[in-house]
Each structure stands twice: as structure tokens, then as C-alpha cells.
């Protein structure tokens, strides 16, 4: 990847970990550990990958995420306001009362996709969204983003089997390969492997890809517009918290909200790696 | 009087679908390994390619239609009412419930039957309305109101009635929901008495929503037909709606025994 990109990539990402940081914080509920972990992806994804426009969001021909696991809206929510879809001073009232930003990914929202959350259900809207686009002849792509622990869900292998059926190869999934869910380690709780393995026998293309490094997120995704006839899945190792130190790899965080002291630790944390990427 | 003739609401299903692709370019259809029972094979022999079968995985059906619906087309997902409503209903309440109160045209839930019914409506005159129910015949003692298979058993009982001296009216409500709150209050204050009949539970069904109209709007008598909140069980279905009371016999013993209580 251009270096120059890859710097910018990065700034932003970090942008986006201090936006998730501020509405887990204000909201003193949500998901901040594979918020944290997919900050990179839609980093990736929304400025450098997919066609979306901030002043149109509903351009019939845009690119589509449906974030199917939806609890992790705040990363999806600070990347939209970082793109320019609302104002990032929307951020501070995540899951308050009469505010616009839901505790889960709404589709009245400028720049949501789909409504998700309930685990599972992400990935047949995003094939539903693909056939459409397939039988118009749209050219449009469709991009799903689902928790290592959500494909314990049955729903997932019914709409992996709906996909490679269909042929839908406008769509491409990623598996966000945290290696926790909320009672543990994904191995302790329901262990979803061979995660690749199982893909494949689906009948998908199987890419995989470090989370937390650009150049492999973009030979990844480069790899998935080769592909013809199959859908694509990248199984995509990640760091839960990824980027606050107290936070990585800490199955604590899944759902819980920082106090005003970890937040500004958290904050200081993340502002540093900023300052030496921008210095 | 000539034999009417009979057709399964499923078959109309199937052949509605079917018409209604020629004039909606936009309609597709899915199923999940039923389109011989749901009839929805008939669309697919007209527009092979504008079906799609899902399998036998209701819940990721109703997830692909939602997903669908949100790209701009308008998908029918059918199966049989126990996946769709049952194994689906998580689905159907999240993923698509949701999106349809922004596109407004909101989700729609169809019931049909798989027995042959009269087919007793005049195509020409016959109206059919969103959420409004129809008269199909005047009465002062008691008002039928009936929903499916059951409003051809509620004439027939109406006409046995009438016989005896008892003039019920007849309401055909083929719309649970949004429910017509008017037709049912004014039936109300004429009759003073209703009946509902419904091939479903008494609960949950058109008997509880008539209720609910009549408990807040104008409190009336009701009585209740349908099936008593049991378990049922396998048979031949004229004699299981014989044996649930679902038949024109049980709503004329019914009404006539709350007529001579009012």
C-alpha cells in the first residue's frame, strides 16, 4: 500500500477508536472490546475501499455494509461521522434518550445500511441486498461483518449455503476473529473452528487477513475483486480492544463502559499514538 | 341451487402472485422447499427467474427478503404458518418489522388455507380493502364475525337461522390487522350480541382483537369460536373442523343458545 494512504489509514483509524471511546463513554453502556477490533476494517473500508457518498447516502448504486454484529455500532457510528455522514457531536449521545444514534445499528440512521444486532441476521440481509444487486445487474458490493462467536448462530450457515448457491460473488463477509465472546474464549464457550475450513466446504472463497495491519487488509480485499462465481469470506485476526493497552485481549471489555479515569487513560493512550503518526 | 365451486385460498395465493407479476416487474418470490404446497410453483413456472428457492431455512429467508426489501424490490417469502410465524419470528420481528416502519408500504402477514373454500364472493362487485371488513348479510339478533374459511360457515349458519326466526348479520373481517373498529361497533349497537369464528386459537386471533374493539369502544356480549386454547392433533381436516366446532352446525347451536341468553 502507498505509504502516504497508509500513514493517513491510520490517523483516521485512530480517530475512530477516540469516537467509539466517546460514545461508549457517554452512553456508560455498550460494546467497546470488537468495537475497538474492527476500528481498522471500517477504517479500511470506508476510506480507501468502498463507493459511499456522505451528501447522497442512499445513492442507489453505493457500496453496502450491513454490520451483522451490530453491537459493536459504535465503531461503524464514530467511522460514519469521521466520513462526514452526521456530526461527530451526534457521538456523545449514543443510546441516550431521543437521540439519533440507537444502542444498535438503525437504518433511518444516514449511512446504516441495515438494522442489526440480533446476531445472525446481518448476513442473509447482506445476501438479500447481493441477489438484488446481481439480478438488476447493479454493480454495486456488498460487505457483512459478523463476530467470530456470532457463526455459532445456525442462520449464518443457512444464508453461507444461500450464498455459494446463488453465486453471489458481489458480496464479501468478514469474520472479525477476536477469539472472545462475552462468557469467554470462543474455544472454551462453542468453539466455531476450523473457521476457514468451514467456509470452504460451503462453497466460499477463503482469504485470510491481519486486522490491525493495512497492507493486509488491502491484499485481502484486492484478492476478493478477483473472484468470480463464489462469494468471498476473510477470516480476519484481530485484537479485542486493539489499541487500549487495559483493553486488549481482556474478555472484561466486551461489554462494559469505561469511568471517567479509564476513558482518559484510554483517551491519553490512543492521542499518543496519533501524535507520533501526525509528528 | 348450483354446487358452488371450491378452490384452496393457497391456489388464489399462487395464481394472485403469479398475476401480479406480470404488473410489478419488482415482485420476486422465495420459498423455503414448499412451492408445491404454498402454491408459489406457479409463479415460478411463469417467472423461473424471478423465484428463489431457499431451502429448507425459513429464518435466512426472511433475512434475504428483508435484505431485498431494503435494495427497493418487493419479495413474498412463504412458507407454512409454523416456520414462518414459529421459527421465524425473530427474524421476521428484527430484521424486518423494523425496516418496513421506514419504507412504510410496511410487511404484510398472509394466512391460507390448504383446503378447497366456496368461492362465494361476485368477482364484480366484490371489493377487497385493506382493513375493512365486509357485510355480507343484515341482522338484528346477533352479528357473525368471521375470518377465512370460516365466513362461508358463518352464511351458511345465517341461513339455517333465519329458518328458526333468528336474523343474524354476517361480517366477513378478512384483516385482523389493522382491524375495521367501525363495521364491529356498529354491529354492536344493532345486535347487542357478537360471535366471532375463526379457524385459529380464540386467543391472540380475531376473537381477541374483536374484543379489544368492543371492550374499549362499546362493550357488547361476545362468544367466541375457535380453537379452546388445546393442542391439536393429526386427521382429515373437514372432520377436525367438525370435531374443533369450526362448521356451520356448532355456529348455529352457539349463537342460538346466546340469542335465547340475551
Same mark, same amino acid.
Request: glycine content about 8%; proline content about 4%; some cysteine.
Given at each position: ?11 483516521? +483509524? ?5 469516537? =467509539?471511546?466517546? *460514545? ?13 477490533? =474492527? ?30 454484529? *451490530? ?6 457510528? !464514530? ?53 438484488? *444487486? ?24 443457512? +444464508? !453461507? ?25 470462543? $474455544? ?18 477463503? =482469504?485470510?487477513?491481519? !486486522?490491525? $495491519? ?7 480485499? $484486492? ?17 479485542? *480492544? ?38 | ?20 407479476? @406480470? ?29 428463489? @428457492?431457499?431451502?429448507? &431455512? ?41 425496516? /418496513? /416502519?421506514? #419504507? ?10 390448504? #383446503?378447497? &373454500?366456496?368461492?362465494?364472493? @361476485? ?38 337461522? &333465519? ?56 362493550? /357488547? ?42
Amino acid at each position: 500500500m502507498d505509504e502516504t494512504l497508509k500513514k493517513q489509514l491510520q490517523i483516521t +483509524a485512530c480517530k475512530v477508536r477516540l469516537g =467509539i471511546l466517546e *460514545g461508549v463513554f457517554n452512553a456508560k453502556s455498550g460494546h467497546p472490546g470488537g468495537s475497538l477490533s =474492527i476500528a481498522d476494517l471500517l477504517t479500511y473500508l470506508y476510506f480507501a475501499k468502498m463507493n459511499v457518498y456522505p451528501d447522497k447516502p442512499d445513492e442507489p448504486q453505493r457500496d453496502r455494509l450491513v454490520l451483522s454484529k *451490530g453491537h459493536t455500532a459504535p465503531a461503524l457510528y !464514530a467511522t460514519l461521522a469521521e466520513k462526514g455522514f452526521f456530526p461527530k457531536e451526534e457521538l456523545k449521545s449514543l443510546r441516550h434518550v431521543g437521540a439519533m444514534l440507537q444502542g444498535h445499528p438503525c437504518i433511518t440512521i444516514p449511512g446504516v445500511d441495515m438494522s442489526s444486532g440480533s446476531l445472525g441476521q446481518g448476513i442473509s440481509a447482506a445476501c438479500g441486498m447481493a441477489l438484488s *444487486g446481481k439480478i438488476s445487474s447493479d454493480t454495486y458490493k456488498v460487505y457483512t461483518i459478523l463476530g467470530d462467536g456470532e457463526i455459532e448462530e445456525g442462520q449464518v450457515w443457512e +444464508a !453461507a449455503m444461500f450464498a455459494a448457491h446463488y453465486k453471489l460473488d458481489n458480496l464479501v463477509a468478514v469474520v472479525d476473529n477476536n477469539g472472545l465472546q462475552i462468557d469467554g474464549k470462543i $474455544d472454551d464457550v462453542m468453539s466455531p473452528y476450523p473457521i476457514t475450513d468451514k467456509f470452504a466446504s460451503f462453497g466460499w472463497h477463503v =482469504i485470510t487477513a491481519d !486486522a490491525h $495491519d493495512f497492507d493486509s487488509l488491502e491484499k485481502a480485499f $484486492d484478492e476478493a475483486e478477483t473472484v468470480c462465481g463464489q462469494p468471498v469470506v476473510i477470516v480476519m485476526k484481530s485484537v479485542k *480492544g486493539k489499541g487500549v493497552s487495559f483493553m486488549e485481549n481482556n474478555v472484561s471489555w466486551h461489554g462494559s463502559a469505561p469511568n471517567q479515569e479509564q476513558y482518559e487513560q484510554a483517551v491519553k493512550e490512543i492521542n499518543e499514538t496519533l501524535k507520533s503518526l501526525e509528528g | 341451487m348450483a354446487e358452488l365451486k371450491k378452490k384452496a385460498t393457497r391456489e388464489s395465493y399462487g395464481e394472485a402472485l403469479a398475476e401480479l407479476g @406480470d404488473k410489478y416487474e419488482n415482485l420476486y418470490v422465495f420459498d423455503a422447499d414448499l412451492a408445491a404446497a404454498t402454491k408459489t410453483g406457479i409463479f415460478k413456472k411463469k417467472f423461473p427467474d424471478r423465484f428463489f @428457492d431457499c431451502g429448507i &431455512a425459513e429464518s435466512n429467508m426472511m433475512g434475504v427478503a428483508a435484505g431485498m426489501a431494503a435494495a427497493g424490490k418487493i419479495p413474498f417469502a412463504s412458507t407454512f404458518a409454523m416456520f414462518a410465524a414459529g421459527r421465524a419470528f425473530e427474524q421476521v420481528r428484527n430484521s424486518i418489522a423494523v425496516e /418496513a /416502519a421506514i #419504507l412504510h408500504n410496511g410487511p404484510v402477514y398472509m394466512r391460507f388455507g390448504r #383446503l378447497a &373454500a366456496p368461492i362465494f364472493n @361476485d368477482p364484480d362487485n366484490y371489493k377487497f380493502e385493506l382493513g375493512k371488513g365486509v357485510k355480507l348479510r343484515e341482522g338484528k339478533d346477533i352479528a357473525i364475525v368471521a375470518t377465512g374459511l370460516m365466513v362461508y360457515e358463518a352464511v351458511e349458519a345465517a341461513k339455517t337461522l &333465519a329458518a328458526e326466526g333468528i336474523e343474524a348479520a354476517v361480517i366477513n373481517i378478512h384483516t385482523i390487522k389493522p382491524i375495521d373498529e367501525d363495521i364491529i361497533v356498529e354491529a354492536a349497537k344493532k345486535t347487542k350480541l357478537l360471535l366471532t369464528v375463526e379457524e385459529h386459537s380464540v386467543i391472540g386471533g380475531l376473537g381477541s382483537a374483536v374484543a379489544d374493539v368492543l371492550a374499549q369502544k362499546y362493550p /357488547a356480549k361476545l362468544v367466541k369460536i375457535g380453537v379452546n386454547d388445546e393442542f391439536g392433533h393429526s386427521g382429515p381436516a373437514v372432520e377436525l373442523l367438525k370435531q374443533y366446532g369450526l362448521c356451520a352446525e356448532n355456529i348455529v347451536a352457539k349463537a342460538r343458545d346466546a340469542v335465547k341468553a340475551k
